[in-house]
């Protein structure tokens, strides 16, 4: 019997690692510590500890507890009212988007566990612990710790475990889409697209675009196109960047053909922005059609291309599809957004913000963007929503902006190792991973006004990069 239990605790200890077990101690013991703050601050109660604001996330986490709890909303009228703002919203925002409005996830993803604040606290907490541990065994050995302890240190996401806000929603999601490429089980790709039905629909619609372009369908059809492309004898030494220049070319007027065919189609007066036409009582010519975006689209591609030959050299020759479509999303961005009011009308709180101890970087990365230089500058914009805090004096008044500090601190550390390891030819076969990475980053990264929060669900690819083996997930597919 004692030879049996001996064995037990044996298989035990190998199947958990003792150090993910103190892990977890200290996790579940911080988890615990700021759900006891969030329930105060949610039920007007004071902090345990500190005078100040204890939410841990964002400030309308209050907003939607109270609503849910006064409204005690049902997960089938929610549903019901999810669908019908399709509609409504469509004739509310002009054609510039018809899902529901962004608060909405909130309560139905809380309406799921009967609006009990005890039990969705449970499960996040449970689900992410999960979710850590599936990474975990993943990372290589000598990582493991790192990694560890790495999930302990960025206290915004543990606290926004029992806290209600899309953020952590993005934050499961994304973890899943992470284990999903790493370990090749569709499951997990079938659980990322559930939560991102609860998340931002903006960060929901760019997951699907990503599993289209990076499917084996898109893959397989690209290169047997580039198989076929054969040219003289002579020229046989250049095939591959005469290719690249010519499928370049076919991708800046394919997008250009099947943007116009769905605006005929659907009539969508957005698109006006990008297709030609009217949009907010102005009349907009297409974007495709002018020589600077033509020559401004080339700039991006060549820029692109080196950088892909560089630091991506054994996965660049067969993924350059992805500079081709990274370099029109940043060509569409740096068109629309001088001319789409939800951008424009920000000035008015970037002015209010203005004191005499700013530096005045959000105005400058506003108007070098309403100049028409967006496709140079969005770097600094990704690099301002990431860490720009980092160097700022912190509000010590609430857990938030303190999180949020201390997030941003992480986020500049880990993008300093990774820049590091970029130079090592650490990641030579991950373009996939940083396309993924940037096309989240710069979408997220378009307000004017900086909003650490809206990124920090990345938290999980920069550990992974800074922990990943490049013997390992050479995955170049879904």
């Not at 095939?239 to 220049?245: A, R």
């Not at 692109?304 to 660049?316: A, C, D, E, N, V």
Request: glycine letters at 4%.
């Amino acid at each position: 019997m004692c030879q049996e239990n001996g064995k037990n605790i044996s298989m035990f200890k190998n199947y958990i690692d003792k150090s993910f077990l103190i892990f977890l101690i200290i996790f579940t013991f911080l988890s615990f510590f700021l759900f006891l703050e969030n329930y105060n601050f949610l039920n007007d109660k004071s902090s345990l500890l500190f005078d100040i604001d204890p939410n841990p996330s964002v400030g309308d986490s209050y907003k939607y507890y109270q609503q849910a709890i006064i409204n005690d909303f049902n997960f089938f009228e929610l549903a019901l009212q999810y669908l019908n703002n399709f509609s409504v919203n469509y004739d509310h925002y002009q054609g510039a988007r018809f899902y529901p409005v962004n608060d909405l996830q909130h309560f139905f993803y809380y309406s799921i566990f009967g609006n009990n604040f005890f039990v969705y606290s449970l499960f996040n907490y449970l689900f992410y612990v999960f979710l850590i541990y599936k990474i975990f065994n993943l990372i290589p050995k000598d990582k493991k710790k790192i990694y560890l302890f790495l999930n302990l240190i960025n206290f915004l996401i543990i606290g926004s475990l029992s806290s209600l806000n899309k953020e952590i929603i993005c934050v499961f999601s994304f973890t899943l889409f992470l284990i999903y490429y790493l370990n090749k089980q569709k499951i997990f790709l079938i659980l990322s697209l559930v939560f991102g039905v609860f998340s931002r629909y903006e960060y929901l619609i760019i997951l699907i675009l990503i599993v289209i372009i990076n499917s084996s369908l898109i893959k397989s059809m690209i290169s047997s196109i580039r198989e076929k492309f054969k040219l003289h004898e002579k020229f046989k030494r250049y095939n591959f960047f005469i290719f690249f220049f010519v499928s370049s070319l076919f991708g800046y007027f394919s997008i250009a053909f099947l943007i116009t065919i769905f605006n005929l189609i659907f009539k969508i007066d957005f698109i006006n922005l990008i297709d030609g036409g009217r949009y907010s009582g102005i009349i907009y010519q297409n974007i495709f059609f002018d020589l600077i975006n033509f020559i401004k689209y080339y700039t991006i591609i060549t820029i692109f291309t080196l950088l892909g030959k560089f630091f991506f050299s054994k996965s660049y020759k067969e993924n350059n599809y992805l500079i081709i479509i990274l370099s029109l999303i940043i060509l569409m961005l740096n068109e629309i957004l001088p001319n789409y009011p939800w951008f424009v009308e920000q000035i008015i709180d970037i002015t209010y913000q203005q004191t005499d101890k700013s530096i005045g970087l959000t105005l400058f990365l506003y108007e070098e963007v309403m100049d028409g230089f967006y496709f140079l500058i969005f770097p600094m914009k990704i690099a301002s929503s990431l860490f720009a805090g980092a160097f700022q004096k912190p509000l010590l008044v609430s857990y938030e902006s303190i999180f949020n500090y201390f997030s941003q601190i992480i986020f500049f550390i880990l993008s300093i190792n990774i820049f590091y390891n970029f130079f090592k030819n650490k990641y030579s076969e991950y373009l996939i991973l940083f396309f993924i990475g940037s096309v989240f980053l710069i979408i997220f990264s378009l307000p004017p006004i900086s909003q650490h929060r809206y990124v920090f669900f990345l938290y999980q690819l920069f550990v992974l990069l800074v922990c990943l083996n490049k013997t390992k997930y050479k995955r170049m597919n879904f």
